[in-house]
Structures are given as C-alpha cells and as structure tokens.
C-alpha cells in the first residue's frame, strides 16, 4: 500500500518539509496544501528587497509548478485547511475535500497581529506577499511612515522605507530600549543610534493610543499625548501561531502546536509540526520552545522529514539558535543565546565603525552566543564555537588574532 504525507502549510517549512523527504528516500505520496493561490515564496525579502522593487514575486518563489513535478509533490494551492480529524486520519479543506493521511505536517505558520487601533486604509500589517505589495504601493505614493514596533521586521520596514528616499520616518515602540530583551541594554542601544544616524525618528518608551483617520491621511496618538501625522502606518507588534484550525482536532494547541522532540504532535499519531507553528520539547534547554525563525524553520523540516521517512532512526530536533536581519548597511546576526542576564564583551573586525561582534557567555565563563555585524567570518567562528561551548576568552582570542591576520595581509 502507497503511503500518503500531507503537508499543511507551504512556506518555507511546509516547501523543505516536502522537498527534504524526497531526498531522505521517502516513496509514497507528498501532498502539499498551501492556503494562498500563489506559488509558495520566501517570506524574509517581504519587507526588504520586495518591498523596495529589488526583488518581484517570481524571484522570491520556492517552489515552481516544474520543480514540484520533478519530484512527484502534488500542489494544492488556494485552499486552506479547516479542520483535522486525527481518528480518521484526514484534514478538510475550505471546499470541502478531504485529504487522507498516513502522515500529517503541520506547518500553518503564524500571522500578524492585528492592529488594535483598527485598521483604516493606509494602516498595515507584514506578512504575505499581498501585505507586501499594498504596503510597498501605499510607500511609493509618498508622504511620512509611522512604524509601530521595533523588532526586526518594524526596523527592516523603517530602513526599507529610507533607501527607497521616504524622508519622514518614524519609529514607536513602548520599550525604551528595543531589543534588550534579546540582547542587553547598551548594546540594543546601539541599534537605536543606528536608526537615528540614517534620518529615523525614535519614539522608544512610549506607546501608542489610538490611529485616527482624517482628510490629511492619519493621526497616531501616542501615550505621552504628543500625535504623529502619516500617509502610512506600519503595525509590526509580532505574531500568532495559525492554530485555530487544530482546536477540535485532539491535538495538544497551547501557543502553537505541542511536540515532543521529534516534532511529532502530542496527541495524534503520525501528526508533525514544523516552523512557526511548532512549539517543541527542546532537550538541550529542557522545555516547550516555539521559534519563529527561518533557518529553524528549514532545519526543523529536515529533522520531520528525516523521522518520516526513516521511523526506526528517530532524530531529535535540537537546534542552535540562529536569525539574521539586514537594516540600512548593517547585516546583522545572532547565534546561540543572548541577552541581559549573560556577560558580555565586544570585539571589533578590520573597520571597527562597520564590524564588531559581542559575544555573550555564562557566569563561569562559557561561551552562550553572540551578535554579529558585518563580519562573516565571526559569524562562522561563533556559529562553530556554540555547538562545542568553549571558554569565551578563546572564542574572543580566535577572533582578534583573526582580525591581526587580515591588517597584516592587508598592510
């Protein structure tokens, strides 16, 4: 008998879900459903090179209707899933059909909040690639940008905004310092002067109060009492887990779907999850973790993929942290862990103004992780040095005598 694997979900971790269990040698059918009718695409260059006209929907695609056929994964695209029956093994689809099972991937992903302050014409969220291209055309008609939130995608939008020649941009979020949940105070405030230093305006330690329509475009009121006049606002205050569909399914639904460290669903056999959706047991750090990263994402799938494919090998999925974001000319990347509650120490590559790392590490001395900018091969350094933990004062002599390398060969 032909075993069927339906993938629910085809973002990134739904498309390499389907993709990766080719190449582990799976035979039986691969069903992928994906709720929008465009090809699956990559979601990171929403808010960057998309958003600025460098990139179109086409370049962003990962996965061709060629490509899928190449490697026998039926697409079915433009229908979202609507309910799981895990006793009978199928999901059920808004029209109607039901597709069965021998094994489920659950990879809905998350969406945006909403705007609580409503949401009139020229106030928007970023997620999909139709997010993308209203906010993208409300951007190219001009006037001042308010962005709501200064995580990643909130800071990617504002420096999106200023190459694109947006003159006014502004930037709210209720934390004084952001990011300094992920990294720690004075170095998250480096991001700050970061914005300030290419024209951004800052409004940190204050939130926002309502968004006001009027015949000039919109009013963001703020909590301090002062308002900020724009023709777009930009809510980016995270995300929510796409679980809503699985609530009667038997499934274990507490901020994501519930998994063991193989990813396999608490309360349905044969049911995976993988990417935003998945909140997983991770051994290392010893409790539920959800992630909503891109390279977890990828690496998730492979570990789904691998333990469909191969049920007597079981893996167990226990990555090292990893996410990245490019804002005006800094790449910036993290691996491993961060944060306020680990010592800290700054190390500077060949141009200091434009390369450094800070690595992080534990009270007794142990490397945890680190903050890149600009400096791959530090990246590659730190990266290695999380898997094998280290003392950080090596991990930090690696790197300067890295850097007194490079000015010699330089000189």
Same mark, same amino acid.
């Given at each position: +008998?032909?075993?069927?694997?339906?993938?629910?979900?085809?973002?990134?971790?739904?498309?390499?879900? #389907?993709?990766?269990?080719?190449?582990?040698?799976?035979?039986?059918?691969?069903? !992928?459903?994906?709720?929008?009718?465009?090809?699956?695409?990559?979601?990171?260059?929403?808010?960057?090179?998309?958003?600025?006209?460098?990139?179109?929907? *086409?370049?962003?695609?990962?996965?061709?209707?060629?490509? #899928?056929?190449?490697?026998?994964?039926?697409?079915?695209? *433009?229908?979202?899933?609507?309910?799981?029956?895990?006793?009978?093994? @199928?999901?059920?689809?808004?029209?109607?059909?039901?597709?069965?099972?021998?094994?489920?991937?659950?990879?809905?992903?998350?969406?945006?909040?909403?705007?609580?302050?409503?949401?009139?014409?020229?106030?928007?969220?970023?997620?999909?690639?139709?997010?993308?291209?209203?906010?993208?055309?409300?951007?190219?008609? *001009?006037?001042?940008?308010?962005?709501?939130?200064?995580?990643?995608?909130? /800071?990617?939008?504002?420096?999106?905004?200023?190459?694109?020649?947006?003159?006014?941009?502004?930037?709210?979020?209720?934390?004084?310092?952001?990011?300094? &949940?992920?990294?720690?105070?004075?170095?998250?405030? !480096? @991001?700050?002067? !970061?914005?300030?230093?290419?024209?951004? +305006?800052?409004?940190?330690?204050?939130?926002?109060?309502?968004?006001?329509?009027?015949?000039?475009?919109?009013?963001?009121?703020?909590?301090?009492?002062?308002?900020? #006049?724009? %023709?777009?606002?930009?809510?980016?205050?995270?995300? !929510?887990?796409?679980?809503?569909?699985?609530?009667?399914? =038997?499934?274990?639904?507490?901020?994501?779907?519930?998994?063991?460290?193989?990813?396999? #669903?608490?309360?349905?056999? *044969?049911?995976?999850?993988?990417?935003?959706?998945?909140?997983? @047991?991770?051994?290392?750090? =010893?409790?539920?973790?959800?992630?909503?990263?891109?390279?977890? %994402?990828?690496?998730? %799938?492979?570990?789904?993929?691998?333990?469909?494919?191969?049920?007597?090998?079981? &893996?167990?999925?226990?990555?090292?942290?990893?996410?990245?974001?490019?804002?005006?000319?800094?790449?910036?990347?993290?691996?491993?862990?961060?944060? /306020?509650?680990?010592?800290?120490?700054?190390?500077?590559?060949?141009?200091?103004?434009?390369? @450094?790392?800070?690595?992080?590490?534990?009270?007794?001395?142990?490397?945890?992780?680190?903050?890149?900018?600009?400096?791959?091969? /530090?990246?590659?350094?730190?990266?290695?040095?999380?898997?094998? %933990?280290?003392?950080?004062?090596?991990?930090?002599?690696? +790197?300067?005598?890295?850097?007194?390398?490079?000015?010699?060969?330089?000189?």
């Amino acid at each position: +008998m032909t075993l069927t694997t339906v993938v629910v979900g085809s973002s990134v971790g739904g498309v390499r879900t #389907a993709q990766a269990l080719r190449s582990a040698g799976y035979e039986g059918e691969v069903v !992928l459903v994906g709720e929008e009718e465009t090809l699956p695409y990559d979601k990171p260059p929403l808010s960057k090179a998309l958003l600025s006209g460098d990139a179109t929907a *086409g370049s962003i695609t990962l996965l061709s209707e060629g490509e #899928a056929s190449d490697v026998d994964i039926r697409l079915r695209l *433009g229908c979202a899933a609507t309910r799981l029956d895990t006793t009978e093994r @199928f999901v059920e689809l808004a029209d109607g059909e039901r597709l069965a099972y021998d094994n489920l991937v659950i990879a809905t992903g998350a969406r945006a909040r909403s705007s609580p302050w409503g949401q009139p014409p020229g106030v928007h969220v970023l997620r999909t690639l139709s997010d993308a291209t209203a906010l993208g055309r409300d951007l190219r008609r *001009g006037g001042p940008l308010v962005v709501i939130g200064a995580g990643f995608v909130g /800071a990617e939008v504002a420096s999106t905004a200023r190459t694109m020649g947006i003159a006014d941009v502004a930037v709210v979020d209720p934390v004084a310092v952001p990011l300094s &949940r992920v990294l720690n105070p004075p170095v998250a405030a !480096l @991001f700050t002067r !970061l914005h300030t230093e290419r024209g951004v +305006m800052t409004h940190f330690g204050v939130g926002v109060t309502g968004i006001d329509a009027t015949d000039d475009g919109l009013t963001v009121h703020l909590g301090d009492g002062s308002e900020l #006049a724009a %023709a777009t606002v930009v809510v980016g205050i995270g995300a !929510l887990p796409n679980d809503e569909w699985l609530l009667s399914s =038997g499934l274990r639904i507490e901020d994501g779907v519930v998994c063991d460290q193989y990813c396999r #669903a608490i309360g349905g056999p *044969g049911v995976y999850a993988v990417g935003d959706v998945a909140r997983w @047991f991770h051994p290392r750090h =010893g409790r539920l973790t959800r992630v909503e990263h891109w390279t977890n %994402a990828v690496e998730q %799938a492979a570990c789904v993929a691998h333990n469909i494919a191969h049920p007597g090998q079981l &893996r167990a999925h226990e990555p090292f942290e990893y996410v990245w974001s490019d804002q005006y000319d800094w790449k910036i990347q993290l691996t491993g862990r961060t944060g /306020a509650e680990l010592d800290h120490m700054t190390v500077h590559g060949t141009d200091p103004d434009r390369s @450094f790392a800070v690595l992080y590490g534990d009270r007794d001395g142990t490397f945890a992780g680190a903050l890149t900018v600009n400096w791959p091969r /530090a990246l590659i350094l730190c990266r290695r040095a999380v898997s094998t %933990a280290p003392p950080v004062e090596e991990v930090r002599h690696s +790197m300067e005598t890295t850097v007194k390398h490079a000015v010699r060969k330089a000189g």
